[in-house]
């Protein structure tokens, strides 16, 4: 299996530019999540789907943010317009529906917000 | 919700050293319990967990036993390597169900040879 896989896996961009991370689950996971990680706050929740249909946004740090999963093999975050303080590592993981399963996290996108 | 409180890094320990990672948790029930590592540059990857009382969980060396009696999950390795620096994480469900994990803020770890 080829895991989770997150792109692009390094992005730098200016202040007001818009940027969108991609996110392919693990292939039969019905949740996925996206995650913030910073020095300040640690590892953050931001959004998580289950069966493509968000569950629970109230970690998306404000409007700026949204996020969609118009399928079961692909997922987006959108930031717009961007800005110095987004800039995280952003995290993708998956899950099956089975009770309290393990989350298979992506690799990772390192964004820098100049 | 559930939360978890792990110990504070760094942490910086001689090769052969033994390793000691503290966590405790509050929660309702009995949620599965999960340790996380994190190699620099890298996502987050399973190594252990342990889905009922008393459980132990291992892999690589590592164990960690689930006490509901003190409501701990401590992350232990008899023998650390260089390879085994990381950042680790304790993590939880934040509800019962299959809900997203809420993750402690990390200990990171350095071995030196």
């Known amino acids: 299996d080829a895991g989770v896989i997150q792109s692009p896996r390094h992005e730098v961009t200016e202040m007001g530019q818009e940027v969108t991370l991609r996110c392919k689950p693990i292939?039969?996971?019905?949740?996925l999540f996206w995650y913030r990680q910073t020095m300040m706050r640690g590892l953050e929740l931001l959004i998580y789907?289950?069966?493509?249909?968000?569950?629970?946004d109230s970690g998306m740090p404000e409007d700026r943010f949204s996020a969609k999963m118009p399928n079961a093999s692909f997922s987006t975050l959108k930031i717009q317009p961007s800005e110095p303080r987004d800039s995280a590592v952003y995290f993708c993981?998956?899950?099956?529906?089975?009770?309290?399963?393990?989350?298979?996290f992506g690799p990772g996108t390192r964004l820098l917000v100049l | 919700g559930n939360s978890v409180t792990q110990m504070e890094g760094p942490v910086t320990l001689s090769e052969e050293a033994f390793l000691t990672i503290n966590c405790t948790y509050t929660?309702?029930?009995?949620?599965?319990l999960f340790w996380y590592v994190q190699y620099p540059g890298e996502g987050l990857q399973l190594l252990l967990k342990?889905?009922?009382?008393?459980d132990k969980g291992s892999n690589k060396g590592f164990e960690a036993t689930y006490r509901k009696e003190t409501t701990s999950f401590h992350l232990e390795k008899g023998s650390v390597q260089v390879s085994d620096s990381a950042v680790y994480f304790c993590?939880?469900?934040?509800?019962?169900?299959?809900?997203?994990?809420?993750f402690g803020k990390g200990t990171r770890l350095s071995v030196i040879a």
């Open positions: 993981a998956s899950s099956t529906g089975q009770y309290q399963e393990t989350q298979y």
């Open positions: 292939s039969g996971h019905d949740y």
């Open positions: 789907f289950n069966n493509n249909v968000p569950i629970d």
């Open positions: 929660a309702t029930g009995y949620p599965s």
């Open positions: 342990a889905t009922k009382a008393d």
């Open positions: 993590a939880l469900p934040r509800n019962s169900g299959n809900t997203p994990l809420v």
